[in-house]
C-alpha cells in the first residue's frame, strides 16, 4: 500500500498521468510519511 501512495504522489509531482484528484501539495507529506511506515514496519518485521 505505501509502495503505491509513494509512486501514485510522485508522479502526480511531476506532471504524469496518475491516479485523478490526487492535489500536489499534501503528496510531499503522503511520500515522507509512507517512508517512514513503510520503515518502521520493516523495523519491527527485523526485530523479531
Known sequence: ????V???????LMNLPS???IPKAPA???II???IV???LLY????K
Open 1 to 4: 500500500m505505501s509502495a503505491f
Open 6 to 12: 509513494i509512486a501514485a504522489d510522485s508522479l502526480t
Open 19 to 21: 491516479v485523478p484528484g
Open 28 to 30: 510531499v507529506v503522503e
Open 33 to 35: 510519511y509512507s517512508i
Open 38 to 40: 513503510t520503515g518502521y
Open 44 to 47: 519491527r518485521r527485523n526485530k
